[in-house]
């Protein structure tokens, strides 16, 4: 086996935080590790926690280390935080609410900028998370960048996915919409110490009231956590939390609906890989040869349209292959 | 391929609560492109190893406002290296009296930065200085 794969597999930290650098940074071997690797994955139980920016994800997260760990579960987290558009850096703060679990070795916590994604996670997130499936952590938290409607890749990549809501965010046509109010297996009202939890609680249960029998039988539930710093209802808070989606995992596993989650993921991962496969090469043989110079300036003088374009370059691509 | 994105962790060492300095220069880092992990305060030098070996940062910035540089600074890259990470280069800053700075440099310590520096300097030295991984 290959030397990085066997220390990555032992659970060996450095290894695998720097091959998870490499994904991020593109690097041409990334792509060669994770082949070796992808035979020791998908074992973890996969997490995703979504919502606003400051709804509490962070919190929520260190919360439910906490619990897994009580269960002597070992545990990873992938971070998301947004990168600039200006600059290209970025402030990866979401560890900051989790740094009790910092020097515990059954706990992993690597944070991601978004590198320009905008699904509400990081392009390199999936592999991400088989690195840290094939450390042989138990659970795999992924925290999203903070969203708004419809930025959810997280369900292409997670089991189950808890949606984390706050007060006082708008009315019950808010609820009604399409998005990220679909894809909760758990819905969370954080603060709900706050003004119009009860208000959220009615439109929300009403909403789901509504909604038709999801086809699979699984009514997603809400849990209400309080405000943090009341230590005691907010751990029994989490702590129902945690059951909740442990719940769901085994509905998950009795329903047959795991292996059809996996089916979506693995799809997901064929689109992007194929992507990074015809995609890439093409554009960059595109740039580097001049042609996409033409091409456009074509365009732009409306001697031809993009879909023509796309059309020509197509055929001559799989013409080229079939030759080869 | 792209270039290599440096990473940077900030971290607050120690009992004291003072984190504007942390925090301004994590905001100077970001804006120099650098991908900046910021731990928060009363931070064990414990955490902050471990932390910065799961981030896979090139580099870790100390800020101590209280006094105990002297003890928490060297127990960072005495941590570091323990753990095999030695080439994760450390920088302090914060209230550290002239005196102090030739035993922080001996302990493995890459540089030390006092108030009144400016921002610009230290991203000019992290530029010229720091080799990612």
């Known amino acids: ?324 | 391929m792209s270039e290599r994105k440096i990473r940077v962790m900030v971290a607050k060492p120690g009992l004291d609560g003072h984190d504007r300095g942390a925090r301004i220069l994590a905001r100077c880092f970001r804006d120099a492109g650098f991908e900046v992990v910021y731990t928060g305060c009363h931070q064990t030098p414990e955490q902050i190893a471990a932390s910065a070996i799961q981030e896979d940062v090139d580099l870790v910035g100390l800020s101590c406002l209280s006094g105990a540089h002297r003890a928490l600074f060297p127990r960072v890259v005495e941590l570091l290296r323990e753990k095999g990470a030695g080439d994760i280069a450390v920088i302090g800053g914060g209230i550290i009296p002239e005196q102090d700075v030739p035993m922080l440099y001996e302990s493995g310590i890459k540089a030390i930065f006092t108030p009144g520096t400016a921002l610009d300097s230290i991203v000019e030295w992290i530029k010229k200085n720091i080799k990612t991984h």
Request: proline residues 3%; neutral net charge.
């Open chain 1, 1 to 324: 086996m290959d030397a990085t794969i066997k220390k990555i597999c032992a659970g060996d930290v450095r290894a695998a935080s720097r091959l998870i650098r490499d994904i991020e940074d593109k690097r041409p071997d990334a792509k060669v590790k994770i082949k070796k690797l992808y035979a020791h994955t998908g074992k973890s139980f996969i997490i995703g926690i979504t919502g606003a920016p400051g709804a509490g994800k962070s919190t929520l997260t260190d919360a439910l280390i906490s619990e897994f760990r009580k269960l002597n579960k070992t545990v990873g987290v992938l971070a998301v935080d947004p990168t600039s558009p200006f600059t290209g850096g970025a402030i990866l703060g979401d560890r900051i609410r989790m740094q009790r679990h910092a020097a515990d070795d059954g706990v992993f916590v690597r944070s991601l900028a978004t590198r320009g994604a905008l699904g509400g996670l990081s392009q390199a997130a999936g592999n991400a998370i088989h690195v840290i499936e094939a450390m042989g952590k138990d659970i795999i938290i992924v925290e999203t960048v903070g969203i708004g409607q419809q930025e959810i890749d997280i369900i292409n990549h997670a089991h189950s996915v808890v949606v984390v809501l706050v007060p006082g965010m708008g009315d019950e046509i808010q609820t009604m919409k399409a998005g990220l109010m679909e894809i909760a297996d758990v819905f969370v009202i954080n603060k709900a110490n706050r003004p119009g939890t009860g208000q959220l609680q009615t439109e929300l249960s009403s909403m789901l009231n509504l909604s038709p029998k999801t086809a699979d039988g699984w009514k997603p539930p809400i849990v209400l956590v309080g405000d943090a710093f009341e230590r005691a209802t907010f751990d029994e808070n989490t702590a129902e939390l945690a059951r909740k989606i442990e719940e769901h995992h085994c509905f998950l596993e009795q329903s047959g609906q795991l292996t059809e989650r996996m089916h979506r993921k693995v799809m997901a991962e064929i689109k992007d890989a194929l992507g990074a496969c015809l995609m890439e090469p093409l554009m960059q043989s595109l740039i580097s040869s001049g042609e996409m110079g033409k091409l456009s300036e074509k365009i732009k003088n409306r001697k031809s349209d993009p879909y023509t374009v796309a059309e020509d370059i197509t055929e001559k691509f799989f013409q080229k292959q079939v030759k080869k």
